[in-house]
């Protein structure tokens, strides 16, 4: 069984809104509404698991009831870090899905992400312990410690940047965060960071430029001019 893990529990504060972002509306839809779609129509996923704040469960109850998304099995609180979020996803899996084989974790502000990248990270975690899709990195990149100097300039051809979803074999990836301190799991800062960091082998697959995350307001006018490129 396949569970993928909705994080939906982001407040938006770089965009300056009063709404997070993920519940914006776009053409008479929230954000969310997009990603549950093409989770729900996905032949590979079984089931999915919601986390968001109190504050906004029951809009996001009323979305998914009235676009007839089925295969939510659970909600889960939302944590103080984004990895303690999808670790409160991770325990709702246990409580309502456990024969969950292959998690899937992805952000409910990324309403574009293709069904082949869902696919290509199932079908890694199945050969690997896990698998993310990446870009290849188009700029020069430099290290900096303070912000204003150049202390090394780092391979472009060696760097790539992580996207979601991101997926694990659900079994091992559950046991680290419950085996970790609490405070290792507010240190992270990727879903995949913990796992390479306790010995999971991690594919990287193909990403997408299309999938962007929509952290700002440029990120919320190129989805809005996509959307009109389809319509």
Known sequence: ?????????GVGSRMGLDCPKQFLMVQDKPIISYCFDIF????????LVVVVSDQWKE???EQAAKNGISKICGYAPAGETRQHSI???LKCIAA????????I????????????IISDCIRGATEFDGAMPVISVKDTVYQSKDGKTID???????????QAPESFKYKRYFEIHNEVTDEEIGATAGSSEIAYRHGMEIRMVQGSERNLKITTIEDL???????????
């Open 1 to 9: 069984m396949n569970t993928a893990i909705i994080l939906a529990g």
């Open 40 to 47: 729900q129509q996905h032949a590979e996923i079984d089931k």
């Open 59 to 61: 809009f996001v109850e």
């Open 87 to 89: 670790y409160n996803g």
């Open 96 to 103: 309502n899905c456990p024969d969950t084989d292959i998690v």
């Open 105 to 116: 974790v992805h952000d409910a502000a990324r309403p574009l992400v293709s069904d082949k």
């Open 152 to 162: 090394k300039l780092l391979t472009r051809s060696e760097l790539f940047a992580g």
């Open 221 to 231: 006018e190129t989805f809005e001019s996509i959307l009109k490129g389809v319509n």
